[in-house]
């Protein structure tokens, strides 16, 4: 599977951005896609998760109410809106997918196998 995401930029605070993944490859609806983000001197932190037919998602307590992901299995592609953009929010965003994810390892790096390469995001004060 080859990911490709797109539709970072820069932003004022309180804005919103919709980011997007391509994914190209394997059957897309086997595998389950996550967002991911890595800020300045930041480790990569989970961001979102879907299930592999998007009935199910969660994520992060830092983004809920603010950020929803969302996937088009006819399309092989996969959303992060992101609404009420804050500068803390500020980093590099990944698309992952995993084709053994579960809802109790969604938030764990090492349960998706193939990577995007990602795009930027600039949140400014």
């Known amino acids: 599977v080859q990911l490709q995401a797109s539709g970072g930029g820069l932003v004022q605070a309180g804005g919103s951005l919709r980011l997007s993944c391509a994914a190209s490859?394997?059957?897309?609806?086997?595998?389950?896609m996550g967002w991911f983000r890595q800020g300045p001197g930041k480790d990569r932190e989970f961001v979102a998760h879907?299930?592999?037919?998007?009935?199910?998602?969660n994520s992060a307590d830092s983004v809920k109410g603010r950020f929803t992901i969302s996937r088009d299995n006819a399309k092989n592609m996969v959303y992060l809106q992101m609404n009420s953009l804050k500068p803390e929010d500020t980093a590099t965003y990944y698309c992952?997918?995993?084709?053994?994810?579960?809802?109790?390892?969604?938030?764990?790096?090492?349960?998706?196998?193939?990577w995007g390469q990602g795009t930027q995001v600039t949140v400014s004060s």
């Open positions: 992952a997918a995993g084709a053994r994810v579960i809802s109790t390892t969604a938030r764990m790096i090492t349960s998706y196998d193939y």
């Open positions: 490859g394997r059957t897309f609806s086997s595998y389950a």
């Open positions: 879907s299930g592999r037919y998007g009935a199910s998602t």
